[in-house]
């Protein structure tokens, strides 16, 4: 059965033919001349999916490399710094040798003082190294000069902490090696209840005043801070002022954190200054919070009351047996009965060595200094011990007391000091080649990441062109066929819808 076809119909479908190679034309000059397939997601959104995924990937590996690249400078300048410093204690041992020898006199030990004096400079210069405007051996106190050294000896100004960065994802590594690492000794006690306002803050304190904390349902109180007051006294005054607010040591004993129990939140949990104060600044929680306010670091400093297992952290501290000389006295140390600081001390001033020990001025380490003014007292560690080096009475990372104490011997012309000090010259050279070690270890696996990362690129980059570049020759041979059919139809459409005359009468 033969149906009528009515040119609207021959029309439609001819238009819908001509549309339809006209889009595919459009499409493949497109592909062409941006030489993307994906244009928009419609067109793979699978594929688009796959495309955003592959260039967040570039992104990131892009921003670690940014990463590395821009910090590897400070483990770098680490090893040159301890470099220099492992040939400052190579040249001091040289010196403390040939000053044993027989041929040896208090002027040419006078003589080598001097050169001593300036290997401690040398090595203060090292110890102080800055990169960036920032030190690198201060922790996280980077803009903090990390050692100053005088004749009593060397003090630690900076923290424990480590400055890391992000090397990928979810991996962070330190860039830097803390002073009392490396170079020096920081006791690092935590704070408590009865740790004094006066002793936190490295000793600066925090000065009586008030200050003003509100919940997050708009409650407010004044905290007043006497003067002589403890951790305990503050954190309870808090607690008893009647707002949702509970004041606490932080887990890791560094400081205060308040947390708010407020059911009703209409604003910010807040702790501001009264009449233009310092006290909650000093007391590291001044601020406003949407959730727990997290006070800074308070750095309380070691005092005769501190316990033994306060020290390093929190992690305690087990002493071990050491030895002191003191001209030609001398005697083993027991702490084996110490629970304090205070107790430690005391047994050091009552073995009859004529020797004063005492917590140095920083209030992060200990000191044991001779009461004869023709000798030098020197601690040595016993055996494999490092109760010496972690209290930081001498030997170990101690470099520049050790130095100190060298060129204190030499000036009194105390042999028996200059041998004792040899074995803490060895440490200390075993110390610094340590963290050179730890140093050449942390470079090598940032290096080791970086090409990861830059392998990681080509390969996603690889991917990314696959899933959304176009094939040139296939729409290439598209755009052709799609021209030959666009011309066949225009040529065909042409010889069947041949309008007439009768055509427009109808």
Do not use: C, W
Request: without cysteine.
């Amino acid at each position: 059965m033969v149906q009528r076809v009515t040119s609207q119909a021959i029309q439609n479908t001819v238009l819908n033919n001509i549309f339809r190679i006209t889009e595919g034309l459009a499409k493949a000059q497109t592909e062409i001349s941006s030489g993307k397939r994906i244009q928009k997601p419609s067109d793979d959104p699978a594929g688009l999916r796959n495309s955003l995924a592959l260039r967040t990937g570039i992104r990131k590996a892009n921003q670690f490399i940014r990463n590395i690249d821009n910090n590897k400078i400070f483990i770098q300048s680490t090893d040159s710094a301890l470099q220099s410093v492992s040939l400052g204690l190579t040249r001091a041992k040289e010196l403390a040798i040939s000053e044993l020898g027989g041929t040896s006199t208090a002027q040419t030990r006078g003589f080598a003082a001097i050169e001593i004096g300036q290997i401690i400079s040398q090595t203060l210069e090292a110890a102080n190294t800055q990169v960036k405007d920032q030190f690198i051996f201060a922790g996280t106190l980077t803009r903090t000069a990390p050692f100053q050294v005088s004749a009593s000896g060397a003090i630690y100004q900076g923290n424990t902490e480590i400055f890391s960065i992000e090397i990928a994802q979810n991996t962070k590594i330190g860039l830097t090696i803390p002073g009392s690492t490396a170079l020096g000794t920081d006791l690092n006690p935590v704070i408590t209840q009865s740790t004094f306002l006066a002793d936190l803050n490295g000793g600066s304190g925090v000065p009586a005043g008030q200050f003003s904390v509100t919940d997050r349902a708009g409650n407010s109180a004044t905290i007043t801070v006497a003067s002589g007051a403890t951790l305990g006294t503050v954190i309870s005054s808090i607690n008893s002022a009647g707002v949702n607010v509970t004041a606490a040591i932080d887990s890791s004993g560094s400081g205060l954190v308040l947390t708010d129990s407020s059911s009703l939140i209409t604003q910010a949990l807040a702790v501001t200054e009264v009449s233009g104060g310092t006290t909650a600044t000093a007391l590291g929680i001044v601020g406003q919070r949407d959730g727990a306010l997290s006070g800074t670091v308070l750095n309380p400093k070691v005092t005769n009351a501190t316990l033994l297992t306060d020290l390093n952290g929190g992690d305690g501290l087990v002493l071990s047996d050491l030895k002191v000389i003191n001209g030609a006295a001398s005697a083993t140390i027991s702490f084996s009965t110490a629970t304090t600081i205070g107790d430690a001390l005391n047994l050091i001033n009552s073995a009859g060595l004529n020797v004063t020990a005492s917590i140095n001025s920083a209030g992060n380490a200990l000191r044991v200094v001779s009461n004869d003014p023709a000798t030098v007292a020197v601690v040595n560690d016993l055996g494999v011990g490092t109760t010496a080096e972690t209290l930081g009475l001498g030997g170990g990372r101690n470099v520049l007391d050790t130095l100190t104490t060298l060129k204190l011997a030499l000036e009194k012309d105390d042999t028996v000091a200059l041998l004792a000090l040899l074995e803490n010259l060895d440490k200390g050279l075993d110390s610094v080649n340590e963290s050179r070690a730890f140093s050449g270890t942390t470079l090598r696996q940032i290096e080791s990441t970086d090409f990861i990362h830059d392998q990681d690129i080509v390969d996603q980059n690889e991917q990314l062109s696959n899933t959304e570049d176009a094939d040139i020759i296939k729409s290439a041979s598209d755009l052709a066929s799609l021209e030959l059919a666009l011309n066949a139809t225009l040529s065909t459409t042409a010889r069947i819808l041949q309008p007439s005359l009768l055509d427009f009468l109808r």
